[in-house]
């Protein structure tokens, strides 16, 4: 019923963690081609960070999950990170989810979540 459906979770909406684990197998593949982004992942255990990612788009998106992660000021601290940079990286998530196929509505909704993160991790 109509009543059901806005009780639908973003997470279930977006299509649960098999999606999730795509978008984020895709988003590392963006990274990897894309040589400003890449450097500074150089030196990262990516298994890792595909892991704490999954996890945190599973909490943004009110899945049931739990971020075992690093909190976001933490990890991104001392990269230096520019807008430009931020800006580049969410074009390549938005790349990583157009080849997940996830409808536009729902990536907008992603993003916005993603956004309340963005002076956490900003270079300042
Ligand atoms: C768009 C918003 C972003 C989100 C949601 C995000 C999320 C994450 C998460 C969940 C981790 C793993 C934390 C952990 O291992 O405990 C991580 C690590 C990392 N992020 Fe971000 N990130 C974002 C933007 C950026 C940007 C713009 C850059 C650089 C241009 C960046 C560079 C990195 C790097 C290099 C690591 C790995 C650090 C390490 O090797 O330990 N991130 N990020």
Request: one cysteine or more.
């Given at each position: ?26 988003f ?7 040589e ?29 999950c ?16 520019t ?9 390549l ?17 992603l ?14």
């Amino acid at each position: 019923s109509c009543a059901n459906q806005q009780s639908t979770t973003l997470y279930e909406q977006l299509g649960g963690m098999e999606k999730l684990e795509l978008i984020a197998n895709n988003f590392v593949n963006e990274i990897a081609f894309n040589e400003e982004i890449y450097s500074y992942f150089e030196e990262t255990n990516i298994e890792r960070f595909t892991e704490k990612l999954v996890e945190q788009l599973c909490v943004m998106s009110n899945g049931p999950c739990t971020y075992t992660g690093d909190s976001m000021a933490q990890v991104h601290a001392g990269m230096q990170i520019t807008e430009n940079h931020f800006n580049l990286t969410v074009d390549l998530f938005v790349a990583a989810m157009d080849k997940a196929e996830v409808p536009h509505r729902l990536q907008n909704q992603l993003l916005k979540e993603m956004a309340k993160t963005r002076d956490e991790m900003l270079y300042k």
